[in-house]
Nanobody, 122 residues
Framework: QVQLVESGGGLVRTGGSLRLSCSAS????????MGWFRRAPGKERELVAA????????YRGDFPEGEFTISRDIAKNTAYLQMNRLKPEDTAVYYC???????????????WGQGTQVTVSS
């Protein structure tokens, strides 16, 4: 069982930045791929970014380059999501997930955090 705890959400103005953190614990937590997904009100959950266990491969959802950047610190078992140039439409609950293989689909992630709210004001 892998436990995931997100932090770093909050309220930010349009154009601002936030960095989310996801701390993983449990057996073999460092060997899992990790992803960030989000669910906005009235919308389906979507991929923001994902990263392989080694950090060598990343996927990004359908966003302009530089807006969402995923990284991980293997020694700390922590994944990060750097969010830049935020817009009101980025308002959502952001979820961290872990799974045995890197995937763009949320179906392949076995463990999920509780989510952290990000609100972007206009």
């Amino acid at each position: 069982q892998v436990q995931l705890v997100e932090s770093g959400g909050g309220l930010v103005r349009t154009g601002g930045s936030l960095r989310l953190s996801c701390s993983a614990s449990g057996p073999s937590a460092s060997s899992y791929a990790m992803g960030w997904f989000r669910r906005a009100p009235g919308k389906e959950r979507e991929l923001v970014a994902a990263i392989s266990w080694s950090g060598s491969t990343t996927y990004r959802g359908d966003f302009p380059e530089g807006e969402f950047t995923i990284s991980r610190d293997i020694a700390k078992n922590t994944a990060y999501l750097q969010m830049n140039r935020l817009k009101p439409e980025d308002t959502a609950v952001y979820y961290c997930a872990a799974g045995p293989n890197l995937s763009e689909s949320d179906r392949y992630y076995d463990y999920w955090g509780q989510g952290t709210q990000v609100t972007v004001s206009s």
